[in-house]
């Protein structure tokens, strides 16, 4: 497994990801780049995989970030911080087929472009999702968050705040989590996916 995965679109130019990823990029780091053809999906929309993706896997944590020391995650976070912000740029649309038009959620409003995902000491991946509705600066400050808290559950794992976090939301012992950013005090908080679907369903409701 690599330490970090890089999700682009498929006809994204290379020397933009070259530039990308050059404030982090080390020897000794392990990341794989993946630029996958546009897939058909039957899935609710906080599932389907973003155009762009950011995954920070556990080895990253475990072993890279030990030798490397955190001066590397402060500029792995600028760096996520970039690529993110290109998620602002492009509104992906979901197509769907003619007799499915009144299954799709026409005001969900994360974005479908970008997500962060990171794997958990136990190996469960967050999804962090970007609302559309906020600025930069709230997708920034959503991926410091997610970063501090992420940073003390390596270091205290089992007894961190995100271990407590996920055993409140995760009632079903699934393996994916969902983090959202709460629009009104920009706080991220955590789902699983009934908990996330009932969200969505109130607040269109």
């Not at 006809?11 to 070259?18: A, L, T, V």
Request: proline letters at 4%; charged letters at 30%.
């Amino acid at each position: 497994m690599p330490d970090i995965i890089l999700k682009y679109p498929s006809e994204f130019p290379d020397q933009i990801i070259e530039d990308d990823i050059k404030v982090f990029k080390s020897e000794k780091l392990d990341m794989k780049i993946i630029k996958p053809e546009p897939e058909i999906y039957a899935a609710l929309e906080w599932i389907i995989p973003t155009s762009f993706g950011v995954y920070l896997m556990k080895p990253y944590f475990d072993a890279f970030l030990k030798e490397a020391g955190k001066d590397h995650y402060i500029l792995l976070k600028k760096g996520i911080k970039n690529i993110v912000s290109k998620g602002k740029q492009f509104d992906t649309k979901i197509l769907t087929a003619t007799a499915s038009t009144k299954k799709q959620d026409k005001k969900y409003n994360q974005s479908l472009t970008v997500s962060l995902e990171v794997q958990t000491k136990d190996e469960i991946i967050i999804k962090l999702l970007f609302n559309k509705s906020l600025n930069k600066t709230d997708w920034n400050n959503a991926i410091d968050q997610l970063g501090d808290i992420l940073m003390e559950h390596y270091t205290n794992f089992p007894n961190d705040s995100l271990s407590s976090k996920i055993s409140e939301v995760n009632k079903f012992d699934k393996k994916r989590i969902y983090c959202v950013i709460n629009a009104k005090n920009k706080k991220i908080e955590f789902y699983d996916d009934n908990d996330l679907f009932e969200l969505v369903k109130n607040k269109n409701g």
